[in-house]
T-cell receptor, first 115, second 113 residues
Framework: GENVEQHPSTLSVQEGDSAVIKCTYS??????FPWYKQELGKRPQLIID?????GEKKDQRIAVTLNKTAKHFSLHITETQPEDSAVYFC??????????????FGKGTLLTVNP | NAGVTQTPKFQVLKTGQSMTLQCAQD?????MYWYRQDPGMGLRLIYY???????DKGEVPNGYNVSRLNKREFSLRLESAAPSQTSVYFC????????????FGPGTRLTVL
């Protein structure tokens, strides 16, 4: 099955700095890579995603890059703010078609943005 | 739209007791999922239902059973709870294609003594 590795497990940055979180995946058939943000005590929520036919996607201060050859993808947050502090999860979607898709998640990165 | 709802929010069980976690979604999604979240372990898939009438094991199915009651509802049952099942349980749903967003419920915090 799919295996997703995520690094680092914790990341501390100063407000205004950039943060980068990296993930690798094992299944070359995976074709969808979402990122979720989970604030303390809350549910995970999608912040950005990328499909396998795209190399980069941006949404304001966040961007995701995908390297299919190397099987890795990264989340970039620029101009970090204290409200960006949360746990971030990467995931990869694999399945045999139709509705039979499931996400495999990385173990998460605790991002702390210091004022 | 309520999205994905779960009951109960909190539960304390004694070892050996049984219980069912309930999940419902009102987004007409085909696929539903149960995850458990433990510190440092991320979100691990317990069982999923790709469509009404089907269920499949995920990464950590031992000690659990599921029922896809209808398109809206997907329940998770612990027949004989063990302390190792102390965790936060999240239900999720997704429309039936490769690229659709997966929506999570608010979670159930379960403690097994």
């Amino acid at each position: 099955g799919e295996n997703v590795e995520q690094h680092p497990s914790t990341l501390s940055v100063q407000e205004g700095d950039s943060a980068v979180i990296k993930c690798t995946y094992s299944d070359s058939a995976s074709n969808y890579f979402p990122w979720y943000k989970q604030e303390l005590g809350k549910r995970p929520q999608l912040i950005i995603d990328i499909r396998s036919n795209v190399g980069e996607k941006k949404d304001q201060r966040i961007a995701v890059t995908l390297n299919k050859t190397a099987k890795h993808f990264s989340l970039h947050i620029t101009e970090t703010q204290p409200e960006d502090s949360a746990v971030y999860f990467c995931a990869a979607s694999s399945g045999s078609g139709g509705s039979n898709y499931k996400l495999t998640f990385g173990k998460g990165t605790l991002l702390t943005v210091n004022p | 739209n309520a999205g994905v709802t779960q009951t109960p929010k909190f539960q304390v069980l004694k070892t050996g007791q049984s219980m069912t976690l309930q999940c419902a979604q009102d987004m007409n999604h085909n696929s539903m999922y149960w995850y458990r979240q433990d510190p440092g372990m991320g979100l691990r898939l317990i069982y999923y239902s790709a469509s009404e009438g089907t269920t499949d094991k995920g990464e950590v199915p031992n000690g659990y059973n599921v029922s896809r009651l209808n398109k809206r509802e997907f329940s998770l049952r612990l027949e004989s709870a063990a302390p190792s099942q102390t965790s936060v349980y999240f239900c999720a749903s997704r429309a039936g294609s490769a690229y659709n967003e997966q929506f999570f419920g608010p979670g159930t915090r379960l403690t097994v003594l």
